[in-house]
C-alpha cells in the first residue's frame, strides 16, 4: 500500500533512525543504520561517513530507506551479523529488508563531501540528496508500543558504531525493561561478537 514519509512519522528538524540498503559492485545487498533528514515528502537528506553504504551510493545512486521498528535490526547491522532476508526494490537498483515495515525507494539527485575535523582527527562526509520514487508499506500498520529496553538496544548500537564498549548504563536499563527472551538475546548477541565482560 502507498504512503508517504510524513505519514510513517519522519518530521523536519528530526534525525529518523532507518536502514539503508544498497548492492555492492557484484550485487551483494550491504545494510547500514543511517539517520535520515526529512526535507519533504519527496525529498530527504542524509550525512554519511566514508563507509560500504557511500561506495555502493556512489556507484548506483540509489538505495532504499528502510523503515524498521525492531531495534536489534540496528544491533545486528553494527554487529557484523547482517543474516537478512532481502526482496527485490519496485523502481531502484538496490535490495530491501524482507523485515521492514514500510520502503522509500530512492535516487540520488546531489551529493557532495567536506572534511570534518573534530577531537578524533579528520574524516570525509557525504552528503547525499535524494528523490523518493516510492513509498510503501511492507506489512500491515498495527502500532507499536514504546519499549525503553529497546531504545536501550538502539544506544548501544549508536555506541558500538563509536567504538564506544560502556554500555553498562543501556544494560540496565535493557534488563529491567525487555522481555527476559530479549535481553538473553541482547546477552547472546553482544558475547558472540564482542569480548565484552558482564
Ligand atoms: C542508529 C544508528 C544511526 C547511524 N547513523 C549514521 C549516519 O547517519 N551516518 C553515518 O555515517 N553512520 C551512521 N551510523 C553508523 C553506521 O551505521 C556504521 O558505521 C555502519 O557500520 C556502516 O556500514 P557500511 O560500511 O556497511 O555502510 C549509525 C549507526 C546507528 C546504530
Redesign the pocket.
Known sequence: MRTNAVDLGFKRGAIS?CIVTTYNSRKEP?A????IYFLSNSKLL????E????KNMLMNKECAVNVVDDAFI?LK??LNQRDFKYLKAKKINAPILKDAKAVLECRVFDHKSYLKRDEYGECKIYLFKLEVLECYLLSKPLPKVLNRGENAV?EI??KF?RGNYDIKKELEIAKRCLSHKDYKKLIELIKSNLKLKF
Not at 51 to 54: E, F
Request: with cysteine.
Open positions: 533512525e550491504n547500514a543504520p543511517i539517520g542524509m550525512k554519511i561517513y563507509n560500504k553504504t557511500v540496528f547491522c553494527i538502539l548500537a549508536v558504531s
